[in-house]
């Protein structure tokens, strides 16, 4: 399914505005993950974690681009998978004319 797919519920403008607004902030799970971030997380949710601790020193280790991603996995395609989900992905493109 893809944007089209919607029909007038959401124009492509309005999408592609929608996704720069997410991916540049942290607090969203795109603008986290773009980030290289371990978690989501605005400035509010950072300063009440640092003061939930209680000590600015030993809440930086639980900040979230000081933690390894829990989502990360240490095992990587191999480019003969990559180039068979290129490939899909290549055959899967409609162009209307």
């Known amino acids: 399914m893809g944007l089209s797919d919607?029909?007038?519920a959401v124009l492509w403008g309005e999408a592609k505005?929608?996704?720069?607004e997410a991916s540049v902030d942290p607090a969203t799970a795109l603008g986290a993950e773009l980030?290289?971030?371990a978690y989501p997380a605005s400035l509010p949710d950072l300063?009440?974690?640092i003061a939930q601790i209680g000590d600015a020193k030993a809440s930086r280790?639980?900040?979230?681009?000081?933690?390894?991603d829990p989502r990360?996995?240490?095992t990587r395609a191999t480019p003969d998978e990559l180039a068979a989900a290129e490939a899909a992905l290549e055959g899967d493109f409609v162009f209307a004319d």
């Open 6 to 8: 919607l029909g007038d």
């Open 17 to 20: 505005l929608l996704i720069e």
């Open 35 to 37: 980030a290289g971030w």
């Open 47 to 49: 300063l009440s974690l």
């Open 61 to 68: 280790g639980v900040m979230p681009w000081a933690m390894t």
């Open 72 to 74: 990360a996995k240490t």
